[in-house]
């Protein structure tokens, strides 16, 4: 199975601050099928990127996703208050569906 | 705009099966567009992927979990159930349903609320 690694754990930053986000896959990730998603306390996630770079409906074009083969990337242009949260990667090129251990957005 | 909500017994005692159900408004899990999901997540951890079913009535599951997930679909009611058999206390969790696949895409673009299942004697 393909193993994701997300880093850093954790990102103190301020609003309108740039939040860069990473995941790192143990092999490569068949047609950049990586998935990002937002999680808030107690709600489930909610998909913002797919195809690595695709936003979903609705998603501000503050939260933009790169990269290919192994090398992910989500990036939060501006933050508003509302983007701290977990972000959490997901791989679904190759069975089983896997995700990320998580990368927490919290306010500095 | 598709709407999933999760039910089923909140408490479910060691070595006993657990059994969920999602029920999908909004959009037919009969018309082949999507598959559907089911994810779990243990408290204060990350997510894990179950298993998924179509509406063909074929499905996939985690060779983690070991032969014990058993995914079924119900079009006449338009749900989808999960069993978890020979649960321990390890399977404590958020159970998440979700819908995924369009196109052969397997993101997961909508998810339900979540129920917490405890397992526990």
């Known amino acids: 199975e393909i193993v994701l690694t997300q880093s850093p754990g954790t990102l103190s930053l301020s609003p309108g601050g740039r939040a860069t986000l990473s995941c790192r896959a143990s092999?490569?990730?068949?047609?950049?099928?990586l998935a990002w998603y937002q999680q808030k306390p107690g709600q489930a996630p909610r998909l913002l990127i797919y195809?690595?770079?695709s936003r979903a409906t609705g998603i501000p074009d503050r939260f933009s996703g790169s990269g290919s083969g192994a090398d992910f990337t989500l990036t939060i242009s501006r933050l508003e208050p509302e983007d701290f949260a977990v972000y959490y990667c997901?791989?679904?090129?190759?069975?089983?569906?896997?995700f990320g251990q998580g990368s927490k957005v919290e306010v500095k | 705009q598709v709407q999933l909500q999760e039910s089923g017994p909140g408490l479910v005692k060691p070595s006993q099966t657990l059994s969920l159900t999602c029920t999908v408004s909004?959009?037919?899990?009969?018309?082949?567009?999507?598959?559907w999901s089911w994810i779990r997540q243990p408290p204060g951890k990350g997510l894990e992927w179950i298993g998924y079913?179509?509406?063909?009535?074929?499905?996939s599951s985690n060779p983690s979990l070991r032969g014990r997930v058993m995914i079924s679909l119900d079009t006449s009611k338009n749900q989808f159930s999960l069993k978890l058999s020979s649960v321990t206390a390890a399977d404590t969790a958020v159970y998440y349903c979700a819908r995924g696949c369009f196109g052969g895409d397997c993101y997961l673009d909508s998810w339900g609320q979540g129920t917490l299942v405890t397992v526990s004697s």
């Open positions: 909004g959009d037919s899990i009969s018309n082949g567009d999507y598959y």
């Open positions: 997901q791989q679904y090129g190759s069975s089983p569906w896997t």
């Open positions: 079913i179509y509406y063909t009535g074929s499905s």
């Open positions: 195809g690595a770079s």
């Open positions: 092999q490569s990730v068949s047609s950049g099928s």
